[in-house]
């Protein structure tokens, strides 16, 4: 660290001298002294040479005055209880009445020393040597003979004919007084050294961005065409999340036909507060069909939501977990449906090195051709960056042509080495899988893989399982239900749980909003599970949908029911798979 240039201005020639002496033991101190109180203080400090110090030591009142002639920091080298102890130890045998007198730095550590030891001493507060001039005359009026205070209270205290003891600054309140300059000296060369870097990053970064300081007000930016639309959401990011650390997150508007991801920064400084600042990069939406990002914000909510840890906890899978973090090779999750693939994408995402950027979807059922042209051939495809975790979900969906595209890109371009690339494969009941990708990263590349676990493989967890589900769920749903009936528990363990962890889930919610007592009763359980099985059975290919005789009427309504059971319920997400409106899904369940 270069060496503080301190200037300290003493109320008097004895304090003068012990900073000199203090500061000799402190080769990183350059000090100039000067002595002068209050007013006299002030004026040294207005005409000293612009640059020529770092900060302003002095004491009292004459500190107080000198903030304001002076932009410099300025640290007060403040009375401590010793030193007042030491004036009152001093002035104990004195047979007359006695005071202190002083300025808020020194009655308000006098007051705290009078309550511990018990002392009866008048103490009392001045703002301005005018009042400490009135102060000392009613004292006088009222036969005090002695005050305790600082220079000018001494001094004063001595022209109406009374006697005085100084309160002088000891050694420790010295040095404490250099410590804190020499802070103060520290967070502002900090300070000068992140505004060059900042400089340095505008200057040179090919992406948008835009600076706030700790009062939401806006520094600088590049944001050009977009501003318009991209600093009134910075600005409601700030005001809703002040006080979030680093965080990424994803806004679209079709309107410009762009996404933005949108990295936040964030720098505290003791002296000036919180710098937010916001790196935004943009592309096309029509590059990003059935491609989505996952913020570490989003994920970490995900991951908190989420209770599929119980059927993570073999010793193998563990393993697996870590051979992952260690190793530049793709993982290759199977498992049944709701077996908590995408939960399991999540923790590995949070767990790994790439959180400082979005976790990038792909969902190969529903990417389009400008997804995968943009994921394979776009040079700002995560593919074609380092660091950042790229998760391709239903990979059984994809054809054989594109199943063989994929994989060879991902071998040419060594993706797997430069970033975290994980494979979900949605298992059959069977445990069957025909899936060219599938089998070229078995046989053909080195790959991990992790099988989830189905839920019937895990009936052994099922009181901890319902437990999590419920404290999760009385976040989500503001209950406080505290368990399950253990005849409820024995109808979960019976139950045929063909779509696994997300089935459990969405029943035990649905038990939830039901219940209305802390505790989960087994009718209201066997109600819910009833329905659940209806739902389960049509959310297969029904057994009339190709039977003999069935019109066209009876084969639509029961594709449209298994689509809508699918999508658990969610009308917009069925219309939207089957491309029609939610209204004409609606007529045609009628």
Same mark, same amino acid.
């Given at each position: 660290?270069?060496?503080?240039?301190?200037?300290?201005?003493?109320?008097?020639?004895?304090?003068?001298?012990?900073?000199?002496?203090?500061?000799?033991?402190?080769?990183?101190?350059?000090?100039?002294?000067?002595?002068?109180?209050?007013?006299?203080?002030?004026?040294?400090?207005?005409?000293?040479?612009?640059?020529?110090?770092?900060?302003?030591?002095?004491?009292?009142?004459?500190?107080?005055?000198?903030?304001?002639?002076?932009?410099?920091?300025?640290?007060?080298?403040?009375?401590?209880?010793?030193?007042?102890?030491?004036?009152?130890?001093?002035?104990?045998?004195?047979?007359?009445?006695?005071?202190?007198?002083?300025?808020?730095?020194?009655?308000?550590?006098?007051?705290?020393?009078?309550?511990?030891?018990?002392?009866?001493?008048?103490?009392?507060?001045?703002?301005?040597?005018?009042?400490?001039?009135?102060?000392?005359?009613?004292?006088?009026?009222?036969?005090?003979?002695?005050?305790?205070?600082?220079?000018?209270?001494?001094?004063?205290?001595?022209?109406?004919?009374?006697?005085?003891?100084?309160?002088?600054?000891?050694?420790?309140?010295?040095?404490?007084?250099?410590?804190?300059?020499?802070?103060?000296?520290?967070?502002?060369?900090?300070?000068k050294q992140h505004n060059e870097q900042l400089k340095q990053v505008i200057a040179n970064t090919p992406i948008l961005m835009a600076a706030f300081d700790s009062q939401n007000t806006l520094l600088i930016d590049n944001l050009k065409g977009a501003r318009e639309y991209l600093l009134p959401i910075l600005k409601r990011e700030l005001a809703t999340r002040p006080d979030m650390a680093d965080y990424s997150f994803i806004k679209k508007n079709k309107d410009m036909g762009q996404q933005f991801i949108i990295e936040t920064k964030r720098t505290a400084y003791e002296s000036t507060g919180l710098c937010t600042?916001?790196?935004?990069?943009?592309?096309?939406?029509?590059?990003?069909?059935?491609?989505?990002?996952?913020?570490?914000?989003?994920?970490?909510?995900?991951?908190?939501?989420?209770?599929?840890?119980?059927?993570?906890?073999?010793?193998?899978?563990?393993?697996?977990?870590?051979?992952?973090?260690?190793?530049?090779?793709?993982?290759?999750?199977?498992?049944e449906r709701g077996t908590g693939r995408d939960s399991l994408a999540v923790m590995l995402y949070l767990q790994s090195d790439c959180v400082n950027h979005p976790m990038m979807i792909v969902d190969c059922e529903t990417a389009k051709e400008k997804g995968w042209r943009y994921l394979l051939e776009n040079h700002q495809s995560p593919l074609s960056s380092t660091g950042h975790m790229v998760v391709f979900k239903n990979c059984q969906c994809l054809s054989a042509v594109l199943s063989q595209q994929l994989f060879d890109f991902v071998e040419e371009t060594n993706a797997a080495r430069r970033n975290k690339l994980l494979f979900a494969f949605t298992l059959s009941p069977e445990g069957e899988m025909d899936?060219?990708?599938?089998?070229?990263?078995?046989?053909?590349?080195?790959?991990?893989?992790?099988?989830?676990?189905? &839920?019937?493989?895990?009936? !052994?967890?099922?009181? +901890?399982?319902?437990? %999590?589900?419920?404290?999760?769920?009385? *976040?989500? #749903?503001?209950?406080?239900?505290?368990?399950?009936?253990?005849?409820?528990?024995? &109808?979960?363990?019976?139950? !045929?749980?063909?779509? +696994?962890?997300?089935? %459990?889930?969405?029943?035990?919610?649905? *038990?939830? #909003?039901?219940?209305n007592k802390n505790i989960i009763d087994e009718q209201e359980l066997r109600s819910v599970l009833a329905q659940e099985a209806l739902l389960t059975e049509e959310a297969h290919v029904p057994s009339t949908l190709l039977a003999p005789g069935a019109t066209l009427d009876t084969i639509t309504k029961s594709i449209v029911k298994l689509i809508l059971a699918q999508e658990e319920g969610n009308q917009t997400k069925a219309a939207q798979r089957l491309g029609i409106s939610r209204s004409t899904l609606w007529r045609m369940l009628k």
């Amino acid at each position: 660290m270069n060496r503080i240039s301190m200037l300290a201005i003493a109320p008097y020639e004895g304090m003068r001298l012990a900073l000199m002496d203090a500061a000799q033991k402190r080769p990183e101190i350059a000090l100039t002294v000067y002595v002068g109180d209050l007013e006299e203080g002030a004026y040294i400090a207005r005409t000293i040479e612009p640059g020529k110090y770092d900060v302003i030591l002095s004491r009292g009142g004459t500190a107080e005055m000198i903030r304001d002639a002076t932009h410099l920091p300025v640290v007060e080298i403040a009375l401590s209880v010793y030193d007042i102890l030491r004036a009152i130890r001093l002035v104990q045998n004195f047979t007359e009445r006695h005071a202190i007198v002083g300025f808020p730095s020194i009655t308000t550590v006098a007051r705290l020393l009078q309550d511990l030891i018990k002392s009866d001493i008048e103490i009392v507060t001045i703002h301005s040597p005018e009042q400490a001039a009135s102060v000392l005359h009613e004292l006088k009026e009222k036969s005090y003979r002695m005050v305790i205070g600082d220079m000018v209270t001494s001094r004063l205290a001595k022209e109406a004919g009374m006697n005085s003891v100084l309160l002088t600054s000891g050694t420790e309140s010295i040095d404490n007084a250099f410590d804190q300059a020499m802070e103060q000296f520290r967070l502002a060369a900090e300070l000068k050294q992140h505004n060059e870097q900042l400089k340095q990053v505008i200057a040179n970064t090919p992406i948008l961005m835009a600076a706030f300081d700790s009062q939401n007000t806006l520094l600088i930016d590049n944001l050009k065409g977009a501003r318009e639309y991209l600093l009134p959401i910075l600005k409601r990011e700030l005001a809703t999340r002040p006080d979030m650390a680093d965080y990424s997150f994803i806004k679209k508007n079709k309107d410009m036909g762009q996404q933005f991801i949108i990295e936040t920064k964030r720098t505290a400084y003791e002296s000036t507060g919180l710098c937010t600042t916001f790196f935004i990069s943009s592309q096309g939406l029509d590059e990003q069909s059935g491609i989505d990002y996952l913020s570490k914000t989003d994920a970490q909510d995900e991951h908190l939501k989420s209770f599929y840890t119980i059927g993570l906890k073999s010793d193998l899978i563990h393993k697996q977990v870590e051979r992952y973090h260690c190793v530049d090779l793709p993982l290759v999750v199977t498992g049944e449906r709701g077996t908590g693939r995408d939960s399991l994408a999540v923790m590995l995402y949070l767990q790994s090195d790439c959180v400082n950027h979005p976790m990038m979807i792909v969902d190969c059922e529903t990417a389009k051709e400008k997804g995968w042209r943009y994921l394979l051939e776009n040079h700002q495809s995560p593919l074609s960056s380092t660091g950042h975790m790229v998760v391709f979900k239903n990979c059984q969906c994809l054809s054989a042509v594109l199943s063989q595209q994929l994989f060879d890109f991902v071998e040419e371009t060594n993706a797997a080495r430069r970033n975290k690339l994980l494979f979900a494969f949605t298992l059959s009941p069977e445990g069957e899988m025909d899936n060219r990708l599938y089998h070229c990263l078995m046989e053909h590349a080195t790959s991990l893989k992790i099988m989830l676990p189905p &839920l019937r493989d895990s009936m !052994s967890e099922v009181h +901890n399982l319902i437990s %999590l589900c419920i404290s999760s769920l009385n *976040v989500t #749903l503001g209950k406080q239900i505290i368990g399950m009936e253990e005849s409820a528990v024995k &109808l979960i363990q019976a139950f !045929s749980w063909t779509e +696994n962890y997300a089935q %459990l889930k969405r029943v035990i919610m649905q *038990v939830m #909003l039901l219940c209305n007592k802390n505790i989960i009763d087994e009718q209201e359980l066997r109600s819910v599970l009833a329905q659940e099985a209806l739902l389960t059975e049509e959310a297969h290919v029904p057994s009339t949908l190709l039977a003999p005789g069935a019109t066209l009427d009876t084969i639509t309504k029961s594709i449209v029911k298994l689509i809508l059971a699918q999508e658990e319920g969610n009308q917009t997400k069925a219309a939207q798979r089957l491309g029609i409106s939610r209204s004409t899904l609606w007529r045609m369940l009628k």
